[in-house]
């Protein structure tokens, strides 16, 4: 069951410790697609509340199998003040071209008609790889709420090909592998959405500084490391049940087991990746 009461301490651990004042909420690591819809109404309300005055953006992730369950959590999320949604495209009866995929996502963002959109490519795990690049081509006639994209693959040819291609639309491109963050910094990133920004967000942080400064050779230093600790882990087995354990370690709130059918991280796990994690020396000295 969802523990609702640790999200205000949730809230403040972000802003407080990690330097982080945005959130994405029902998305991957937080196991959107394994809950209810009942439930993923009460967890957007719960962040937005208690987000309230403390957080910047809140973007609401709603996509479902269901296109009208997907158009059911926009209407809400609109209803509850949420800065912006996001849609991954639905993965089991699979959109198999650009038009296909638009018309879906148009059905749920017109359900949104004055909260920014944005859609969630995450290939690895929809299985639905059409080019972001093709997609976004004559997108914002289709979809004028459209924003952007949480570009959570590997293929940075794709991202780099959006980016110049769409620099006059100021649309927004928020990269979703942590490990291969400032790659996509160098070719015209916006940002980041990602799951070890929840216990590795100041030194994220502080990597995006060194970035902007330029000074490309302390940026390197942080992202090698995080790649150290994400290239140890990847090894033991690291998915989100681990997350929530290394997340339940670094900032000592009960993150709690996942939902079936993921089962939680082994002790062994935790034992050893908290070791990597306390062995790493970060460029400010932590």
């Known amino acids: 069951q969802i523990n609702f009461p640790v999200i205000r301490q949730y809230v403040d651990y972000l802003v407080n410790e990690q330097d982080v004042k945005s959130v994405f909420v029902n998305g991957t690591t937080g196991e959107g697609l394994s809950l209810s819809i ?3 109404k009460q967890l957007a309300e719960e962040w937005m ?12 992730h709603v996509g479902a199998l269901s296109l009208l369950e997907s158009q059911e959590l926009a209407r809400h999320a609109a209803a509850i003040g949420a800065g ?9 009866f699979k959109p198999t071209n650009k038009d296909e995929l638009v018309a879906f996502l148009q ?28 997609l976004l081509d004559g997108i914002k006639e289709r979809i004028p709420t459209f924003q952007g994209v949480k570009f959570s693959d590997t293929d940075l040819l794709d991202l780099a090909q959006c980016i110049h291609k769409n620099e006059t639309q100021q ?28 216990y590795l967000g100041r030194q994220t942080n502080l990597m995006l500084e060194a970035f902007a400064k ?8 942080y992202q090698f490391l995080t790649g150290e600790f994400l290239n140890f882990v990847i090894r033991l087995g690291f998915g989100v049940a681990q997350t929530k354990a290394v ?5 000592g709130i009960p993150m709690g087991p996942p939902r079936l059918p993921l089962v939680g991280a082994s002790m062994e796990f935790t034992v050893k990746a908290k070791a990597k994690l306390d062995s790493i020396v970060w460029p400010d000295g932590d």
């Open 38 to 40: 009942q439930e993923r």
């Open 49 to 60: 509340s208690q987000g309230k005055d403390k957080l910047d953006h809140v973007i609401v």
């Open 84 to 92: 912006g949604i996001a849609a991954m495209a639905p993965f089991f």
């Open 107 to 134: 059905k749920v963002a017109s359900e949104a008609p004055d909260v920014p959109f944005y859609y969630y490519h995450i290939p690895p795990l929809t299985g639905v790889k059409i080019r972001v690049e093709e």
């Open 171 to 198: 649309l927004e491109f928020l990269y979703g592998v942590d490990e291969q963050l400032l790659g996509a910094l160098a070719v015209g990133a916006d940002g980041a959405v990602g799951s070890t920004y929840n």
């Open 214 to 221: 330029p000074d490309l050779a302390l940026a390197r230093k």
């Open 247 to 251: 997340m339940t370690l670094v900032s």
